[in-house]
């Protein structure tokens, strides 16, 4: 598990501030789509470091300790940066469906004004719910033994340790998450809906298919991040199983920004090109 959890952060790692490098570098990518997608690296970096280097400690370690407030500033920025890339993904899909729908118009509606106040606006509702669940969770007792049955300081793991009343604690669990899975989600949904409409209208294939190619790469990391929250967190807390659970956080925490820049890489053409003319530019320089 250790070598696998390695390669996949230093993966992660490598893979994203590649990404964010092409995207500052390149003047052909300096357009709204890869300011959110510069963006998105930086949250995956952020997330993905946020719970695996303790990760990898505590496997290498024979103690698996960590202080309460190790504990929960833990929980704090890991939920904070999850919730910030449910709003940016969002915020990603909102741009395509402007730029396929209003082609003419996008300049205009996705002004660099516009981007940076939907990013800020994203960091704020995740760092506000963020904050507001982790002080309910500090105010629950904690009898002991205090053994997190979770490989992080997760949510739900957490709040089972409490020999306190938790029922605000799952209700905060359930609305912030439903309002901010739902709402993320409808804007997702509805942005592609149009999309599709619009490329099943047009005329030429070439068309349909450079379109398709735009949202491919956004689409895929999409469903997976959105699906493996949706599974974890919109259930009520007698659905709760720690052995399958464990299994569903890992993979969002540990190998969804692993497996981002792979996607973005490999499938998007442009951040292809530019990675190819960032190599021959070292290659010169050398």
Known sequence: LFVFFLLAYVITVVGNLGIIAVVQ????LQTPMYFFLGNL??????????????ML????SQRKTISFAGCFTQLYFYAAFV?????????????????????????????????????????????????VFTVFAMRVTFCGPNVIDHFFCDGPPLIKLACSDTRLNQLLLLAFGGFNEVTTVSIVLISYGCILFTILRMGSALGKRKAF????????VVTIFYGTLL?????PSSSYSLGRDKIVSV????????????????RNQEVK??????????????
């Open 25 to 28: 570098l390149d003047p052909q």
């Open 273 to 286: 090109s530019a990675l190819k003319r960032a190599v021959g530019r070292i290659i010169v320089s050398l």
């Open 213 to 220: 190619g735009t949202c491919a790469s956004h689409l895929l």
């Open 231 to 235: 599974f974890m967190y919109l259930r």
């Open 83 to 131: 919730i910030v890339e449910l709003y940016l993904l969002a915020a990603m899909a909102y741009d395509r469906y402007v730029a396929i729908c209003y082609p003419l118009r996008y300049p205009i509606v996705m002004s660099k004004k516009l981007c940076i106040s939907l990013l800020v606006g994203s960091y704020a509702v995740g760092f506000f719910d963020s904050g």
């Open 41 to 54: 690296s930086f949250l995956d970096l952020c997330y993905s470091s946020s719970v695996t280097p303790k």
């Open 57 to 60: 400690l505590n496997l290498l």
């Open 251 to 266: 993979f969002y925490a540990v190998v969804t920004p692993f497996l981002n820049p792979l996607i973005y890489s490999l």
